[in-house]
């Protein structure tokens, strides 16, 4: 028998693979394909699982956001410490709402220190986080670093210091928000004159009724608002504005907007059973495109009816 032929260089060719190889090779393949893919398949959906049901029972607590927000250690805390502090100082702002008041009454003097800290830093993003999280509080002892916030440069830290002081609710804190009726900040005045109205601050009337001819739009409909809480007529007409311009055909992307805006007005001028208001009510029966809102208007009109003071719709 003569020998293979032989490549140059003298090495011999590949020999072709038998029929016992390539039938092995087969069956591999078939165990590859319908067993072990599926199986790591399964295995990394059952990890997943298993690993979501721990994130799951894992529930953050005031006191450890706290401690993360303060001090954030970890090897790439150079490069993320700041986006770590902010997501705890907005965590622990939602986490406020919910806590049992004993826990917040402890952690209450670190949340303060870490508020001011963030002050004494510049960090303007955290302190407004902060700001929320101690009205969320709700403790006086919170009233004086919000009168602080009331101080900032940074518009957005008074807006949330002005929630905060209206939230927790303390008497003390109305010759403040007062002043900040005079903010430049058309948002800051709009949230003062809200909390004056929720707080029912009567001492407040006069300061309400000049905001009546404030240059924003937002911060007039805020004081006519705030004077239907207290039972003053003076901003009615400029709610029956509000509620005309609200009640008509909208464009989808802002049918929220103006159905939140309306339903204020409703409760304003429910609440105020002025003559005026009680003609837009009816109007508003006749001619609004949304349900919700034609509804709205028509119990605000049967309360004005029944002569029941203070309710709303």
């Known amino acids: 028998m003569s020998d293979p032929p032989r490549l140059s260089g003298g090495t011999p060719p590949p020999r072709p693979p038998s029929g016992a190889e390539i039938e092995e090779r087969s069956d591999w393949k078939v165990v590859l394909q319908f067993f072990l893919v599926?199986?790591?398949l399964v295995f990394v959906l059952v990890s997943i699982f298993f690993g979501l049901q721990v994130m799951r029972r894992h529930r953050p607590d005031t006191a450890s956001t706290l401690r993360s927000l303060r001090s954030?250690?970890?090897?790439?805390?150079?490069?993320v410490g700041d986006v770590k502090r902010w997501q705890s100082g907005y965590d622990l702002s939602l986490l406020?709402?919910?806590e049992d008041a004993r826990e917040l009454r402890t952690i209450l003097p670190d949340l303060v220190m870490a508020f001011r800290e963030a002050g004494a830093r510049g960090d303007l993003k955290l302190r407004r986080y902060l700001a929320l999280a101690l009205g969320h509080a709700g403790d006086p002892r919170a009233v004086e670093p919000l009168r602080e916030g009331l101080a900032d440069q940074d518009a957005e830290t008074?807006?949330?210091?002005?929630?905060?002081?209206?939230?927790?609710g303390e008497r003390s804190a109305l010759p403040d928000l007062r002043r900040a009726v005079q903010d430049p900040d058309g948002g800051v005045r709009k949230m003062a004159l809200f909390a004056l109205g929720h707080l029912e601050d009567r001492n407040s009337i006069a300061l309400l009724r000049g905001a009546l001819e404030d240059p924003e739009t937002d911060v007039r409909w805020n004081a006519a608002l705030a004077?239907?809480?207290?039972?003053?007529?003076?901003?009615?007409s400029i709610l029956v504005d509000l509620l005309?311009?609200?009640?008509?055909?909208?464009?989808p992307a802002t049918a929220g907007e103006r159905r939140e805006r309306a339903m204020n007005a409703l409760r304003g001028l429910a609440r105020l059973r002025a003559p005026e208001g009680r003609r837009a009510l009816g109007e508003a029966i006749e001619s609004a495109t949304d349900p919700e809102i034609k509804e709205?208007?028509?119990l605000a009109?049967?309360?004005c009816d029944a002569g029941v003071a203070g309710s709303a719709p």
């Open 38 to 40: 599926p199986l790591s």
């Open 72 to 79: 954030y250690e970890g090897f790439m805390a150079r490069y």
């Open 96 to 98: 406020m709402r919910g």
């Open 158 to 168: 008074r807006l949330f210091s002005c929630y905060g002081l209206m939230r927790i």
């Open 227 to 236: 004077l239907a809480q207290l039972h003053d007529p003076g901003g009615a």
């Open 244 to 251: 005309k311009d609200s009640i008509g055909p909208a464009d």
């Open 296 to 298: 709205a208007a028509r």
């Open 301 to 303: 009109l049967a309360s």
